[in-house]
């Protein structure tokens, strides 16, 4: 895990989310920008945002929740992340 909070609210995910993108794709989505529909990302990016969300965030994303419906969007992803972090889960 790096700096960020795994229990941040999600303002501070979606905005970590936004400036990982942005310095990936070079383009910087709007929360509910499909980034798959919109060409920023394709499928095997995909596979580097779990990578980068389990580490940034300290959660496992398996099964169902690899579902690219979770990574359509940075709100969909703050959503996974919020419901993967000990608080969400406790929720």
Excluded: C, W
Aim: proline letters at 7%; zero cysteines; a negative charge.
């Amino acid at each position: 895990m790096t700096a960020a909070n795994p229990h941040a609210d999600g303002p501070a995910i979606e905005k970590e989310l936004t400036v990982f993108l942005a310095g990936r794709t070079g383009s910087e989505p709007t929360p509910d920008q499909d980034l798959f529909t919109t060409g920023v990302i394709t499928s095997m990016f995909a596979l580097q945002l779990v990578v980068h969300l389990e580490d940034e965030y300290d959660i496992e994303i398996v099964g169902p929740e690899l579902s690219m419906d979770h990574f359509r969007s940075v709100r969909t992803m703050t959503a996974l992340v919020q419901r993967l972090t000990p608080a969400g889960r406790d929720a």
